[in-house]
Nanobody
Framework: QVQLVESGGGLVQAGGSLRVSCAAS????????MGWFRQAPGKEREFVAR????????YYADSVKGRFTISRDNTKNTVYLQMNSLKPEDTAVYYC???????????????????WGQGTQVTVSS
């Protein structure tokens, strides 16, 4: 029932910036904590960032802290990931995810989220 549709991926040079978006439908967006994960070929899906449902508190993986910013626009049912100072190692498929239980203990774990987008490719050239 809940659908997440991502957009904004593409090719960018190292040091550049990119913003990916995820539009949610089929649920009550304001009740979802929203997360971004990424997965490179041959690697496990890893946590990137999360914004809470209740107070829009944000949490980041150490690898992106200071470079990436997650935000949500509840009037548009959309979550964003602004990526600055991109590095080649940021290259991955980026997925947005929704979590409706408010279980912060599992906020960095893919299994802690209930719904997933299709992913959008981000490629950072050296």
């Amino acid at each position: 029932q809940v659908q997440l549709v991502e957009s904004g991926g593409g090719l960018v040079q190292a040091g550049g910036s990119l913003r990916v978006s995820c539009a949610a439908s089929g649920g009550t967006f304001t009740r979802f904590a929203m997360g971004w994960f990424r997965q490179a070929p041959g690697k496990e899906r890893e946590f990137v960032a999360r914004v809470s449902a209740s107070d829009s508190h944000t949490y980041y993986a150490d690898s992106v802290k200071g470079r990436f910013t997650i935000s949500r626009d509840n009037t548009k049912n959309t979550v964003y990931l602004q990526m600055n100072s991109l590095k080649p190692e940021d290259t991955a498929v980026y997925y947005c995810a929704a979590e409706q239980r408010g279980l912060n203990v599992m906020r960095t774990m893919p299994g802690g989220y209930d719904y997933w987008g299709q992913g959008t490719q981000v490629t950072v050239s050296s």
